[in-house]
Nanobody
Framework: QLGLVESGGGSVQPGGSLRLSCTAQSGFLGAYGVGWFRQAPGKEREGLSCIRFSGEGAQYADSVKGRFTISREHAKNSAYLQMDNLKPEDTAVYYC????????????????????WGPGTQVTVSS
């Protein structure tokens, strides 16, 4: 178990930015692909983005493409989700998880291909 922990959530006005971090408390996160999901109240968990262990091959859901950027830093045992031009509909709890398959368009929104979910961090976008 890597013990993933998300951080960086908070409250922001529409059009603002946040940078979420996903850090492994034990083990080497760099050996795995990583994905980000979110879940709003009353809605299903939505896959947002994934990235390969190499840092290449990033995939994005259409709802965040062009606004969110996934990255990773092996030296810090972490992955990140830079979120720009945030909208009220981005309000949700955001989760990271280890990807059990190669990041591709077919797995980015399939929660069954992920494991080791973190506890989540709340993001609220409102004026």
């Amino acid at each position: 178990q890597l013990g993933l922990v998300e951080s960086g959530g908070g409250s922001v006005q529409p059009g603002g930015s946040l940078r979420l971090s996903c850090t492994a408390q034990s083990g080497f996160l760099g050996a795995y692909g990583v994905g980000w999901f979110r879940q709003a109240p009353g809605k299903e968990r939505e896959g947002l983005s994934c990235i390969r262990f190499s840092g290449e091959g990033a995939q994005y859901a259409d709802s965040v493409k062009g606004r969110f950027t996934i990255s990773r830093e092996h030296a810090k045992n972490s992955a990140y989700l830079q979120m720009d031009n945030l909208k009220p509909e981005d309000t949700a709890v955001y989760y990271c998880a280890v990807l059990l398959h190669t990041c591709s368009a077919t797995v980015v929104n399939n929660p069954d291909t992920y494991s080791g979910w973190g506890p989540g961090t709340q993001v609220t976008v409102s004026s």
